[in-house]
């Protein structure tokens, strides 16, 4: 699916001012704008427009619930930067994963059922722990996802049950789109029920490794929060990998 001269161009100028949108939007700082639009341009250049678009999804659902009871956040110390927006950590954390399935999707290219349901799942993830997060600590109370003893909300490897209840709905949400999208653009899903089971279930199991991650490795300083997310998002495309092995892979619906 890699584009053509022209499809590609509109590509590249489409990702820049997405970029440039999220830059003066707060939603990323302007280094992380830059980043963010370089991988965009790799993403969409090689893997085509309905991968783009669900990128832009997941950055905008993850700026809205960022946003979302902002105020209460930065009285309890538990905002998002300074305003809500996100780093060059936080970016790379999140895109590395999808730009490096959309160039092995470009170089074996009768795989992109498979590539779709991957890089679903990898946005999948993200949604998911953008969301427990984000609306988790808002409850205002916690327990540790290994020991369920009460920790205070944001730490490392808490988990609620308003978060878990928004980080299954995020990343069945992400699918829906998802499958929304590449229908839209007439891509590869390798089927409905398949794409939507593997995504939504990849995307929320990945959340919890998130959170195990979490307080067993970067609560002991061994990895930051941008290296917990990178290591969660690959156990995300992992587990679809996994269940896609078992339920004998995607046809090329």
């Avoid at 997060?133 to 020991?147: M, T």
């Avoid at 290296?227 to 896609?244: C, D, K, Q, Y």
Wanted: aromatic share 8%; net charge neutral; with cysteine.
């Amino acid at each position: 699916m890699v584009l053509g001269a022209v499809a590609a161009g509109i590509g590249v100028v489409a990702t820049l001012a997405l970029a440039s949108g999220a830059v003066f939007g707060r939603a990323l700082t302007a280094v992380a704008g830059a980043v963010a639009a370089v991988f965009g341009i790799v993403i969409v250049v090689l893997a085509g427009f309905p991968f783009l678009v669900l990128l832009v999804l997941f950055v905008a659902a993850s700026a809205l619930a960022t946003r979302y009871r902002f105020e209460e956040k930065r009285r309890g110390s538990l905002q998002e930067g300074v305003a809500g927006e996100r780093g060059v950590s936080n970016v790379l954390a999140h895109i590395l994963v999808p730009t490096g399935l959309a160039v092995v999707g470009a170089v074996v290219a009768h795989a992109w059922a498979t590539i779709a349901i991957l890089y679903a799942s990898a946005l999948a993830f993200g949604a998911s722990d953008t969301f427990a997060s984000e609306f988790g600590v808002l409850a205002g109370h916690a327990r540790s996802i290994l020991s369920f003893r009460p920790v205070a909300p944001g730490t490392n490897g808490g988990v609620s049950a308003v978060g878990t209840a928004f980080a299954m709905a995020a990343a069945v949400f992400t699918a829906v789109l998802g499958l929304i999208a590449f229908y839209a653009f007439h891509a590869p899903t390798g089927g409905a029920a398949l794409f939507l089971g593997v995504v939504a279930t990849a995307g929320f199991l990945g959340c919890q490794v998130d959170s195990v991650v979490g307080e067993v490795v970067e609560n002991r300083g061994h990895l930051g929060k941008g290296g917990t997310n990178f290591v969660a998002m690959l156990s995300a495309v992992a587990l679809a990998a996994g269940l896609l092995a078992l339920f004998g892979g995607p046809g090329g619906v």
